[in-house]
């Protein structure tokens, strides 16, 4: 089955610096990528996600990057604020009902 | 909003003893899915349901249970919980299985604790 792995765990960055994570992925036929953010004491929640016939997509502050041939994806914040502290989640899906989630990232904004 | 609501956000139960978690959606979805999350992991999924057709995931242990009486309500039912049962439980929902189509949304969860 899918293999989904996030790096770095944790990530601490300057309020208004940029953060990226990145995930890579066994499954080289999944073809849909999202990322979850679940802030304390709250589900997660679909921020952004991208289809493998996409290279990039930005949604104002957030941008995700596709890489197929490296098997890898990359969640871009910019302008970071403290409200984007949250663990975020990345996720690959091959078409089915099942998404294979990575295991987080801890991003800490310091104002 | 349309939304999905998980009750009790807490429910603590004692060691054996049988608990329901219950959600409720008013997104009119197809799907309903239930997870397991552990602290500082990702969410597991234990089932789903595609309408009424029940589908279990090949490790979910036989203790769980779930029940799916109409569109809007899932049950999941812990039958004799364990230490190791520990975990907040997420309800997400989706109005098709193809994720790409049809994100999850996920109830804000309800925390177990087992004593």
């Known amino acids: 089955g899918e293999n989904v792995e996030q790096h770095p765990s944790t990530l601490s960055v300057q309020e208004g610096d940029s953060a990226v994570i990145k995930c890579t992925y066994s499954?080289?036929?999944?073809?849909?990528f999202p990322w979850y953010k679940q802030e304390l004491g709250k589900g997660p929640q679909l921020i952004i996600d991208?289809?493998?016939?996409?290279g990039e997509k930005k949604d104002q502050r957030i941008a995700v990057t596709l890489n197929k041939t490296a098997k890898h994806f990359s969640l871009h914040i910019t302008e970071t604020q403290p409200e984007d502290s949250a663990v975020y989640f990345c996720?690959?899906?091959?078409?089915?009902?099942?998404?294979?989630f990575g295991k987080g990232n801890q991003v800490v904004v310091i104002p | 909003d349309a939304m999905v609501i998980q009750n009790p956000r807490y429910q603590v139960t004692q060691f054996g003893k049988p608990v329901t978690l219950s959600c409720s959606q008013t997104?009119?979805?197809?799907?309903m899915y239930w997870y397991q999350q552990k602290s500082s992991q990702a969410p597991k999924l234990l089932f789903h349901?595609?309408?009424?057709?029940?589908?279990n995931e090949a490790d979910t242990p036989d203790n769980f249970q779930s029940r799916r009486p109409n569109t809007s309500f899932c049950f999941l039912d812990i039958r004799s919980p364990g230490l190791g049962d520990a975990a907040m439980y997420l309800c997400?929902?989706?109005?098709?299985?193809?994720?790409?189509?049809?994100?999850?949304?996920f109830g804000n969860g309800t925390r177990l604790t087992v004593t």
């Open positions: 997400a929902t989706s109005r098709g299985v193809w994720q790409g189509a049809s994100p999850l949304h």
């Open positions: 991208i289809r493998s016939n996409v």
């Open positions: 349901y595609y309408d009424k057709d029940f589908n």
């Open positions: 996720a690959a899906s091959d078409g089915n009902n099942r998404l294979a």
């Open positions: 997104l009119n979805h197809n799907v």
């Open positions: 499954d080289s036929a999944s073809n849909y």
